[in-house]
């Protein structure tokens, strides 16, 4: 190994701009790494413009081995894979930072550009936002000048690269819009990968202990768009179904792993107009689907129907996707239910919250029958003093009778929850179901937000004869939470307790148009798929569209592009125009039908002229002399206009 | 500099790497071979223009496309329109950079600008002017040959520059140079772009002044005497700027002491004497060694501006001294072919 000696400063030009391009790069990652990486690749990127600009000496080669394996293996550690977007980006991170410590050479920097647009793709992968686009352009802008100074010579300052680099990206903008409109898009993926495990879901928990959590989060963002074919359902019959639980241990409810169920769709009778929608459903990374109550046919595929007519799809959503359901609001599950079934649905853990179980046995004695027994309880939770809170008191042991005797205050969980255990007491089947209700409507858009605040918990129960209902224990305490929806109500009270209704309402339409712009985008360019493409080629004029037509339309609109770039590039390097002088003075040679030799002056063509009797004298001198100025002497603009005078006047 | 148009090999072929390195030169060998028949000979300014500019993808070209590639079936198994539009733009760039790494040759005028001569071992500068007429800036031009290229260089609007290729030499004589090529890598070096120029372009090399050269020939005097002193230093010329070979000894010391500027000593007896270097009196030589030996004289002689004649079979030349001289008989020298006969 040769001597290890002092840099030569020749990255100097090129080297912060690496640098910008990989810091840009690695921006939307951050929130997403652990911060010792970040800290790394800053440390490396100081560290080595340091060396850089003092012409100091790279670290050896075992201090570069030594923290190799170590970053290594604190990936390895922090994400136990190396596989998927999380665990992806944190390597490209940290061999860039490591790439940085062993860049000698002007063309190491390939190395670390490459590296860059992948982080810019593996960014992409993981979050795809309206402002990602903008940010694209900016971090490719970056890296493309970054690329020109890494061969840039001396000359070359680091302004003109950049508007070098903006222009050929300029230049490929419509081929990639051409090709991205035109290429086509496969229906389902080669292999499947998953995208990132590392997150923690956003989404509904898999089970509900209504005891234990105190404060419910308001979560504002958003869990799906619903984008309607006709009317908007009513506040009450917006519905989302989501997971069932069917298990109660004393203080959690839980459901089972999804699996199909062959007769769940049979069961399910249908009254009514059916309703028509499209959802764009964020990632969740669980397996549910949602969908209005009751969903009777979806476009999702792998998706299948559970045995209490929830939607589920084999593999977890961890992208967002979009699918269309048609559901109806007026239903009816079921008809019969086996002994087996009914013991199942109402089964209770013994020595569980009796005095829930006594007061249930004490009221359905009262009432008679089931279908009263449901209206007296859920008179009692509307008569009694309960109230709708986000912010319960802890409930101990026995939860429901604590919530229900003593505390009194609780959210959509404890509600479904005591009802269904109250049920489930007298012997009547029972179930709750999570998903949403309500949503937003925006009126930029014309689509439904349903976001994570409008989370909800209700409640379906056997009633022999009428199947299973769904009954909302929630409605009974608190109304408006049905009919006006979470958000509303929490923007409402937000407002006028503040007493800022104006500049909050019209943050409220800043964000509603926002949130507009997002859902055409989510529709339009990041839900473009088969579909989509499909239906856009037939607009265009496509009839019958196949990838085959398709990519025959791109391959020529490619070519028919590149000549015109082409063309372009030939306009920007031609040579410049002949000056006005000489065009002129060529035109009046023309005309006199003689040809100048090689070296003659203009007044020797002139003698030469004159003795040919080619023109008239007065003429030829008046040309001469005219031309003479203006090529030689002061006469600039106006020796110009006398010599495109006489020309234009010369027989 | 004729390179063989189809090289064998001459040895076995062992690795694969070798393999690859002659298939490529054979091919190298007959793309030139084709370029050559296809574009005839190129005057002396010679404008590029867009059928002779020829184009291929650099090794960083090629893992940029697979790059892409791999990106395309990344995007196209996740689905992801975002990162489709990364690759696409990328793609683009691909292409867009191929047309304007071809448009950065097209257009330029290359003119053989001279070359001075040289001695043989000496390498040769080649001076090509190269003129970009159009109204933008050409990136990163570079010109080369067979085992030699100039400095990379910008030109701006209008600009012209003079790029050198040295030019190795081993012998006396014309040094032509059949083919010589210019290249670009700009804008981000995936592709190489590169003509071919087939001009008339030769130089003049000197023989090889020789290491240990005999005496030369004593100076003799107008009358025909033998001087004893080269210098005849009894008539005092003048001062004159000293030039790098005076002797020290007529370094006007004492000038220098008062002033600080070295001055030489000119003497007047100098100028009726003179040598002459004849080539039939160097017995026992052969003819290159001949010509080395006259040529280390003339260097030598006319270093210390005495005159200096040379007598050569077929040509002869009074004594003088001074660069057309100088160069006349060096010439003479270079060209020397009577050798042969004799």
Known sequence: MSKPRGTDGSLLASLPWTLAALTISLVPHVPFLPIWITAAFLGCAGWRYVIE????????????????????????????S??????????????????LLETRKRRDQFVLLFLSIFLVMSSLLREQYLWSVPYMALSLLVIMTAWLRMSAGESQSARQSFTTGGRLLLYAVPLAIVMWVFFPRLSSPFWAVPIDTSQASSGLSDTMSPGDITSLSMSNEVAFRVAFEGEIPAPRDRYWRGLVLTRFNGRTWSGREPSISRSALDQIEVAGEPVNYEITLEPTRQQWVFALDMPTSWSLRR????PQQQLARMTPIDQRIAYRVTSHTEFRVGTELSELYRNWYSDLPDDSNPRTEELAREMHAAAGNDRDFVDAVLEKLNREEFYYTLEPPPLGRNPVDRFLFETRRGFCEHYASAFSVMMRSVGIPARVVLGYQGGEINPMGGHLIVRQSDAHAWTEVWLDGLGWRRIDPTAAVAPERIDIGASDAAFDGVGQSWGLTAPSRLVHQFKLTWDAMNAKWNEWILGYGPETQNSFMKWLGMDDPSWRKMMLTLVGLVIGLILLISLLLMLRYRPPRKDEAARLYWRFVKKTGLTPRTGETAHAFAQRVLKSHAAPGEAVGEITSAYMDARYGHGGESACSRLRVAVASMR | MSSTLWPFPRTPLKSPRRLISSLSSRVNARAKRWARKRQGSDPATTR???????????GVGLIFGLMAFAMLMGSMNYNNNLSFVLTFVLIGIGFVSMHQCQRN?????LT???ADPVFAGQAIRIRIAVTNRSKSARYGIRLYATDTSS??????????KVFVLPLPTERRG???????????????ELFRSWAWLHMDISGLVYPAPAEAAPEPPPTMTAHGHRQHDARGEEDFAGLRRYHVGDSPRHVAWKAYARSGQLLSKQFAGADTSSQWFDFNELAGLDVEQRLSVLTRWIVDTDRTLQDYGLRVPGAEFAPAHGEPHRRLTLETLALFEGGKSR
Do not use: N, Q
């Open chain 2, 174 to 188: 014309l040094i032509s140079l059949d083919r010589f090529g210019v290249r670009t890598l700009f804008p981000f």
């Open chain 1, 303 to 306: 998706t299948f129907m559970g």
């Open chain 2, 105 to 109: 040759l097209v257009g330029l005028e």
């Open chain 1, 82 to 99: 190396i596989s998927g977007v999380g665990p992806g980006s944190a390597l490209l991170a940290v061999m860039a930072a490591l790439k």
């Open chain 2, 48 to 58: 590029l223009g867009p059928g002779r500019v020829y184009i291929l993808p650099t």
């Open chain 2, 112 to 114: 053989f600008a001279g």
């Open chain 1, 53 to 80: 600009r003092r012409r100091r000496t790279l670290p050896s080669r075992w201090l570069r081995a030594g923290l190799a394996l170590a970053c290594f293996l604190g990936v390895l550690a922090t994400y136990s």
């Open chain 2, 151 to 160: 400095d990379i260089h910008d030109l701006k609007p209008g600009e012209s």
